[in-house]
């Protein structure tokens, strides 16, 4: 028995899968997916797989809190071979199957049901990072529905769906409702909508973004919309470029957008894709505020970017998360979405997060345990950005800032698809403040307290 999805961090995978996809497959995987009412949460798989050794799994990532992780939603599980015998399929735990009798590369056919119930219980970053029902519209990651192999170098997915349904996703469109993906990653790591709902597609510069909304989010439509426009913008002249993503061949990007008034609001972002549930209606406002929804919306556009065109090889949430969180109010600064005095306030209460948080870890260290180190990373990482950026302005006499650190960064890593590690910044920053960058950087490295300057 053989593990497909080994034991290792999020950051490793596209590593771990660019050495997988050495190996030779057989033939193309494919997949039929039917849904005949959102309502239902019943979605029907058919699965045709050629594995390379015993066992199947389906994303290692994500529902780690559950037993059986993202399986904990699958039944009816049953497996064919070619000549449409059964075999035997059993659950060996954290969302693996093992079955029997094997042959390499063999032909499995598989028949499984997906309960779409996962907005029924708790996530560690909230169901929109799962799966759920809102209105008419379903919404689901591929986490929530695919069991699938490592070594898989592409499939099909084909949707079977009601004449008045749509699908929305970030995959390449081979055919009606039928889409070709490149890689695990690609299948799993990904967010789409199916079901009756608005869209728009937003076009800025070199990057297209189609919004999808709920029709409780009709009348917003345009204020989104200008949002997004005006934050791509933004984006794409700080790094120079439009997001890049190399788990993926396709150039569209979406992003999901809903509303609902017991959750606290946030968003995560995946493959070409963003996941967004506000907890209250997009109204005007001029609050710096993590919870204001131009914040979380510009927050997560920022991750095509950070996250997603820069990959890093190690954790780094100090980075990801805390410098995306210092651009994305940034961006909202420049677009007069809040005043200085908004802005001053955020870095106070930022400050008073940090420093209620700290425990006396750095904050490097503090993204082993997301969850539990959230104001270390996100408010202290902001605030370690706050202080690159000074430090860099200060050196180069105001004719650079964190906009070059970051240019180099991208042009580097993002447009060759090379990982960075924590030396690629340290270098990144030595080379565009031209000092040395040892001083400031050991607030990464020890338990020194981050001061705002």
Not at 203 to 213: P, S
Not at 415 to 438: G, Q, R
Request: contains cysteine.
């Amino acid at each position: 028995m053989k593990k497909i999805f080994p034991s290792l961090s999020p950051y490793l995978f596209i590593a771990v899968i660019v050495q997988f996809l050495s190996i030779n497959s057989f033939a193309q995987d494919s997949y039929i997916v039917s849904i005949t009412d959102v309502k239902s949460r019943k979605i029907e798989i058919k699965a045709q797989l050629f594995p390379n050794n015993d066992t199947i799994q389906m994303s290692p990532f994500g529902a780690n809190h559950l037993k059986n992780g993202w399986a904990s939603f699958v039944t009816n599980i049953g497996a064919k071979n070619k000549q449409n015998k059964e075999i035997s399929i059993q659950s060996i735990g954290g969302g693996a199957y093992i079955f029997s009798p094997y042959k390499k590369g063999e032909e499995i056919n598989l028949d499984y049901t997906i309960n779409l119930i996962h907005d029924k219980g708790k996530w560690p970053f909230g169901y929109k990072e799962a799966a759920y029902v809102r209105e008419n519209m379903m919404v689901f990651t591929g986490n929530a529905l695919f069991i699938t192999r490592l070594d898989m170098k592409s499939a099909t997915v084909k949707f079977i769906l009601p004449k008045s349904y749509m699908i929305t996703n970030a995959w390449e469109e081979i055919g009606i409702n039928k889409f070709k993906v490149h890689n695990p990653t690609e299948l799993v790591w990904t967010v789409m909508t199916i079901g009756q709902y608005n869209f728009t597609e937003v076009i800025t510069g070199d990057t297209k973004i189609k919004l999808v909304y709920s029709n409780s989010l009709s009348g917003k439509k345009k204020m989104i919309s200008s949002i997004i426009t005006s934050a791509v913008k933004e984006y794409e002249n700080i790094y120079m470029g439009k997001p890049v993503n190399s788990a993926t061949q396709s150039d569209k990007f979406v992003c999901i957008v809903n509303v609902d008034s017991g959750y606290v609001g946030g968003g995560a972002v995946f493959t070409n894709s963003i996941s967004i549930m506000l907890n209250k209606s997009p109204s005007l406002e001029h609050k710096a505020n993590t919870q204001s929804w131009h914040h979380i919306l510009i927050h997560e556009i920022g991750h095509l970017w950070n996250g997603q065109s820069l990959k890093t090889e190690q954790q780094n949430e100090w980075f990801v998360e805390g410098f995306t969180d210092y651009m994305a109010y940034n961006v909202e600064y420049k677009l007069r979405l809040f005043d200085t005095t908004e802005w001053l306030a955020m870095l106070k209460l930022k400050q008073e997060e940090y420093n209620k948080a700290y425990k006396g870890i750095s904050i490097k260290k503090a993204g082993n345990d997301k969850a539990e180190n959230y104001d270390l990373i996100y408010s202290g990482g902001l605030l370690f950005a706050q202080l690159i950026d000074r430090q860099i302005q200060i050196n180069t006499k105001n004719k650079k800032n964190i906009n070059d650190f970051l240019q180099l960064l991208y042009s580097e890593f993002a447009l060759s698809n090379k990982l960075y590690v924590l030396d690629d910044i340290i270098a990144a920053f030595k080379n565009t403040c031209m000092c040395e960058p040892k001083n400031i950087f050991e607030y990464l490295v020890t338990s020194k307290k981050i001061e705002s300057p």
